[in-house]
């Protein structure tokens, strides 16, 4: 059975940072491509982050670049989002997603004063 369990969200001021994770399991996560996706409020889920298999490719949505990382251990089979600089704007729900279209139950980000 196909799941992903993100964890790590939470409050946190804006210009601050949070590091997001994502447990996997029931797939071959070394073989697979894996993003980070988010819905902010009132808007429709858009994509954040894509890395590659080994760590060899990666791509990010235009408002994140410079800001969020993405970044995967095979071994533990974990991929994470390292976000910095946060902005009230990346408040939402963060979501996992595998290259087969599996997703993960989302965690939520709130960046506020």
């Known amino acids: 059975q196909v799941q992903l369990v993100e964890s790590g969200g939470g409050l946190v001021q804006p210009g601050g940072s949070l590091t997001l994770s994502c447990e996997a399991s029931?797939?071959?996560?070394?073989?697979?491509?894996m993003m980070w996706y988010r819905q902010r409020p009132g808007k429709e889920r858009e994509f954040v982050a894509q890395?590659?298999?080994?760590?060899?490719?990666?791509h990010y949505g235009d408002g994140v670049k410079g800001r969020f990382t993405i970044s995967r251990d095979n071994a533990r089979r974990m991929t994470y989002l390292s976000m910095q600089n946060l902005e009230p704007v990346d408040t939402g729900v963060y979501y996992c997603?595998?290259?087969?279209?599996?997703w993960g139950q989302g965690t939520q980000v709130t960046v506020s004063s």
């Open positions: 890395i590659g298999e080994n760590s060899d490719y990666f």
């Open positions: 029931g797939f071959d996560f070394s073989h697979v491509e």
């Open positions: 997603k595998n290259e087969g279209g599996a």
